[in-house]
């Protein structure tokens, strides 16, 4: 069986109390197997090396080694289905020794916290042993996780005690050891013998200065281990009062030199160690106090020696072997139980892949108002496939919301890169927003008001909070939530889908309460701008829109046009048509399709196809596919609907793509709209003629004639009869010019490997310092 | 119907976060929307979070109160009351008495503890309970999980046990089974022999809860063919409770047919030890229902519980109650004989 000991090694290296168990443990272990030790830098003084670290230790591959004993902060992230924790402490400037900082600095202890309950969950780690019973309380206390503490030796190597001479105090002469807490006490008392300071430290030259005066008070300095034990044998007592001391060697290496120690009430593990009277005091963490025990102690000499003895008993069943043995036995039961029970095996790691970006990766957090999964609608398809699209280095969560009530949270991966995390809104949410539409005669749709209402729905944002620390930039699609947005100093870019403000303007502006959120609408968008280092836009039309309204630098505008995935829609086959037709109700020589979500644009093409062009083209079946026509039946639930026109409402994506077998042709009747259609882009990958309107076809680099054929929406019925007295070369001409344009423009995976650049070539500018904002 | 909840919520380790986790995944499998607002010291991970805890702060309901059709309230009084400050106290009683003023009708409350003790009946007699009294009359409704825990409130506040307003819900109504499976499986996964009778008491560790009489009573039993396992951990930093799980480390050790296995218990293997137990001990020195004997109940399992509170209401077919520890010896040991 071969083992591994894993743990971290400070950045700067320094050797402490730590290194001398490491040591110890090493090499007791390799009593009874062959052990390696296996350490990576640690650097504690940046968020960036703290989470480096943690990610390393999760990336870190031991799987030669049959078990693993993980010691320290962050050594336990390892993946191993048989590791046992013996933790010395976790980080404590994010657990009791927290000071408030600035909000990254509280996000940053969120995902400590986070990241350290996932990796010490008790599924995944079974059995933790703590060095003392300070560290186990401080568990229970931050997390409520159940350990057992076991104290260890020390490689010191004491000599036999001898009449005690002096009073001694070792350790680094640091604010923690409370050093200055000894001087003070100690001239305060009229003790008759030297007291001894052995270490050096960054408070060293304050202490001295304290000292001076006081003869009796000697600094030793730094000292070998020889020396050491010296001291120790020849010490009455040690003096030892630091602060929640998580293990105290110290109190061990006294102990085991058979002296007793003078300690503090708050001094943690020692307090917890020592029996007042019988190995040691404990003293009030005042000048006074520790005085009141120094005193007790001079008074007591003559008992010291028996007080020693008791101290070498304590330390007796403090054992290498008995650490040893409680390791082992919990790799053992781990063993078992993963033979009895596979169900034990370590969990997937999801909720860690979320916040810790896999190794040389570009991590993005994408963020909306709405969801992804089904991708149904313009915006959503496009969240969806400009993101999973991207070069394998570059990895996306989404956060989003439900925009309908009664869902609960949800969180899945919706390709191997794009994770979509998804919030309910609520219900106070739901009901304000409902008011606001009923004010505006219904056209206040959900993601206007989101800038009004984001409020309501608070764990949206902690989902920000949390995810945003482990992202390389953060990036708003659509301008609702950028209010909501935590403060950083991570790259922000606008990922835009329209020029939001002239859209929905026109469209809120018959009502007072309308007017209003077309107000915040400009704000909402103008702030997202103004935030952002760069906009994402779909169109030279919406770019000129930015550059009008809102005077934004054509510098920062980066193109990023809707698109299609070229490999998934393909043109058809007459035969794969002929075949396809047969499971639709498609009775009439010709068959034309229009899809479009549930948006007012779309309502009013489907309403031209449902009054003009279907009545006027007989001959032709019309697949109305999407939201837009359960929005049609709701806002006209009388209306004659013609034989030749079906109404398909949601359909699933692959029923989609069959529509788009059965059609000969498409339409695209827009009366508006701003950015491009990518509705216009499937119908082009999928090789068919379309009849657009000018608007229609806004953006897209392709021309009428050639491309496709305009013709305004009044002009629709026309154009349909036109088309279907076209020979069929000329149908086969435009249908592969159709594609070829679509791969050549469109295809995502072009325009998301340009994205990407330019998100690259934004992170090299801000690491250099440069950037044009 | 639009829910509001409001109770301490997981990933926190919380019995009443537990159930209300539970009683969420039932209205909503009845086809309600319900937010969860947990208090951010107890549950930072609900849809909502307020601190509600001492003083006027109950006022925050308002601001989301007037949104919902129903606000169930998992009351303890800990949430909500501050412990040792009676001016505070009045101030919450007085913001409780307005929010029922304003949206008594609206409010389900779910009693998990009063703040009378049983054996003080002598009813709402000072200032503050009066106002109290007031509130729970115009509070929609009030649900407990045993009629004597109900009698004992209506008693104490002077109320009528109008069947309308207060209702009777079995602890485990909500109750979903966290793992399933036969008791031998569920010993093999535990690590436990499957010929010897066994007993548990589990939860977390608390002096009141009384776990050491189950070590006492089996160490007064001679048999070989009974063990006892105390499961559960020490839930906060309390150094009673702290102490009290040394004790039964220290009991424990005395009899190797006892084990306290200190570890804090995820859903899953409470189930798994509650199947995998022949008798589920409930020694409590006082409560007013039992959250465990409830899941011993979900799961068919006989239950010996100490005569308190309401807990003989609650327990399931093949039960035994007892009052002093000499009962609970003598059930043991006739549990023993029966088994050998």
């Known amino acids: 069986m071969k083992l591994a000991l894993v743990s971290p090694t400070p950045v700067p290296p320094a050797f402490g109390g730590m290194d001398r168990l490491l040591e110890g443990l090493v090499e007791a272990l390799r009593q009874r197997h062959p052990t390696d030790l296996v350490t990576i830098p640690f650097d504690e003084r940046s968020r960036e090396g703290v989470l480096q670290g943690y990610h390393d230790f999760y990336n870190l591959d031991l799987s030669a080694y049959d078990r693993v004993i993980s010691y320290k902060a962050p050594a336990y992230m390892v993946q191993h289905p048989n590791q046992v924790l013996y933790l010395s402490h976790r980080l404590r400037v994010f657990y009791d020794l927290y000071q408030p900082g600035d909000a990254a600095h509280s996000r940053m202890r969120d995902m400590i916290h986070f990241m350290d309950n996932w990796a010490l969950n008790k599924q995944r780690l079974p059995h933790i042993f703590t060095v003392g019973q300070t560290v186990s309380n401080r568990l229970i206390r931050f997390g409520n996780i159940a350990s057992i503490p076991i104290h260890h030796p020390t490689t010191f190597t004491p000599l036999p005690p001898k009449t005690g001479e002096y009073f001694l105090s070792v350790g680094r002469l640091h604010p923690w050891k409370r050093v200055d807490l000894i001087i003070r006490s100690f001239r305060r008392t009229k003790v008759d013998c030297p007291l001894l300071i052995a270490g050096e430290g960054p408070h060293e030259s304050e202490l001295r200065e304290l000292a001076k005066g006081d003869s009796r008070i000697q600094f030793v300095g730094k000292v070998s281990d020889s020396r050491l034990a010296e001291l120790y044998a020849s010490a009455m007592a040690v003096l030892f009062p630091p602060i929640s001391e998580d293990m105290g060697l110290i109190t061990f290496e006294a102990f085991m030199s058979g002296k007793p120690i003078i300690t503090t009430e708050d001094s943690g593990e020692p307090a917890l160690i020592i029996e007042e009277g019988k190995t040691g005091w404990i003293a009030e963490p005042t000048d006074a106090g520790l005085a009141k025990k120094l005193e007790e102690a001079w008074a007591s000499r003559s008992q010291l020696e028996s007080m020693g003895e008791r101290c070498l008993a304590w330390m007796k069943p403090v054992t290498w072997d008995r650490l040893v043995d409680a390791l082992l036995k919990a790799g053992d039961a ?223 505008i980066v193109p990023a046009p809707n698109g299609v995935d070229c490999a998934r829609i393909t043109p058809t086959s007459a035969e794969t048509r002929r075949m396809t037709r047969q499971r639709f109700d498609i009775s009439r020589k010709f068959c034309a399709i229009f899809t479009g979500s549930n948006y007012l644009p779309n309502l009013e093409g489907a309403e031209i196809i449902i009054r003009e062009v279907a009545p006027a083209n007989e001959n032709v079946d019309f697949l109305i596919a999407g939201g837009v026509g359960p929005m049609f039946r709701e806002r006209y639930p009388d209306e004659y609907i013609p034989s030749n026109v079906h109404i398909l409402g949601f359909i699933e994506p692959e029923r989609l793509l069959d529509c788009y077998r059965v059609a000969d042709f498409a339409l695209n009747p827009m009366k508006q709209g701003s950015g491009t259609n990518i509705k216009m882009l499937d119908y082009l990958a999928a090789g068919l003629p379309i009849i657009t309107s000018p608007k229609g076809a806004r953006g897209i680099a392709g021309t009428s004639g050639e491309h496709w054929i305009e013709a305004e929406p009044n002009a629709f019925p026309c154009a349909v009869a036109e088309l279907l007295e076209l020979d069929e070369i000329k149908w086969k001409e435009i249908s592969a010019k159709a594609r070829e344009l679509a791969e050549r423009e469109y295809d995502w995976k072009r325009i998301s490997a340009r994205v990407a650049d330019s998100f690259r070539e934004l992170l090299v500018e801000r690491r250099e310092g440069k950037g044009r904002v | 119907m639009r829910v509001l909840m409001i109770s301490s919520y997981p990933p926190v380790p919380c019995g009443i976060g537990t159930y209300a986790a539970q009683h969420v995944t039932a209205l909503r499998n009845d086809g309600h929307v319900v937010d969860v607002l947990a208090h951010p010291a107890v549950g930072p991970d609900g849809d909502l979070t307020a601190d509600l805890l001492g003083g006027w702060r109950l006022f925050k309901l308002v601001r989301y109160a007037w949104a919902y059709d129903q606000i169930i309230l998992q009351f303890t009084p800990n949430f909500f009351f501050r412990a040792d400050d009676a001016m505070d106290r009045l101030r919450t009683s007085l913001a409780w008495l307005v929010l029922c003023i304003l949206f008594g009708r609206k409010f389900k409350v779910v009693v998990h503890e009063t703040e009378f003790r049983l054996d003080d009946m002598n009813g709402a007699r000072g200032f503050r309970s009066r106002i109290d009294r007031i509130a729970w009359r115009l509070c929609g409704k009030i649900v407990f999980h045993s009629e004597r825990e109900r009698d004992a409130f209506c008693t104490y506040y002077r109320l009528k046990a109008n069947p309308i307003q207060f209702l009777i819900l079995a602890h485990d109504r909500h109750f979903r089974s966290h793992a399933s499976g036969e008791r031998d499986q569920m010993r093999a996964i535990l690590g436990l022999p499957r010929n010897k009778t066994l007993f548990i008491c589990i939860g977390f560790i608390q002096p009141h809860k009384g776990y050491d009489r189950l070590l006492k009573a089996v160490s007064g039993v001679t048999s070989n063919h009974i063990i006892a396992r105390i499961v559960g951990s020490v839930r906060i930093n309390w150094q009673p409770a702290i102490d009290y799980a040394k004790q039964l480390h220290d009991m424990a050790e005395r009899d190797e047919r006892c084990e306290f296995i200190e570890e804090f218990v995820t859903d899953e293997d409470f189930d798994r030890w509650i199947i995998a137990a022949d008798y589920v001990v409930v020694p409590y020195h006082e409560i007013w229902s039992s959250g465990v004997a409830a899941r011993a109940k979900l799961h068919n399992r006989p239950v010996i519980a100490s005569n308190v509170g309401a807990l003989p209401e609650q327990l399931p077919a093949g039960s035994s109650t007892f009052s002093t520890d000499q009962e609970l010896s003598e059930v043991i040991a006739r549990i023993a004989e029966r088994h050998a």
């Open chain 1, 334 to 556: 781990i063993a078992t139980n993963a033979k009895k029970s596979p169900e034990r095996k370590v969990p997937t790691p999801k909720c860690l892949t979320s916040l810790v970006k896999s190794p040389g990766k570009i991590r993005l957090l994408v963020t909306d108002n709405q969801i992804i999964d089904p991708p149904l609608g313009g915006g959503r398809v496009r969240i969806l496939e400009l993101y999973r699209h991207m070069p394998e280095d570059i990895e996306t969560v989404y956060i989003g919301a439900f925009d309908y009530p009664g869902p609960i949270a949800r969180d899945q991966m919706l390709a191997p890169n794009f994770r979509e995390i998804l919030t309910p809104l609520t219900s106070p949410h739901f009901r304000l927003h409902n008011l606001l539409s009923r004010l505006t005669s219904g056209d206040a749709t959900l993601d206007v008001t989101m800038p009004i209402l984001g409020n309501w729905t608070p764990r949206y944002r902690r989902l920000l909070e949390a995810h945003l620390p482990s992202a390389d930039l953060l990036i708003g699609a659509h301008p609702w939530m950028f209010r909501f947005f935590p403060e950083t100093d991570k790259p922000i870019i606008y990922d835009s889908q329209n020029c939001e403000f002239p859209l929905k303007g026109p469209m809120l502006e018959r009502s007072f309460a309308g007017r209003w959120i077309a107000r915040k609408v400009y704000e909402a968008e103008l702030l997202a701008i103004k935030k952002s280092q760069r906009v994402l836009a779909c169109s030279d039309e919406d770019a000129k829109c930015f550059r009008e309204f809102y005077q934004l630098d054509q510098e920062r």
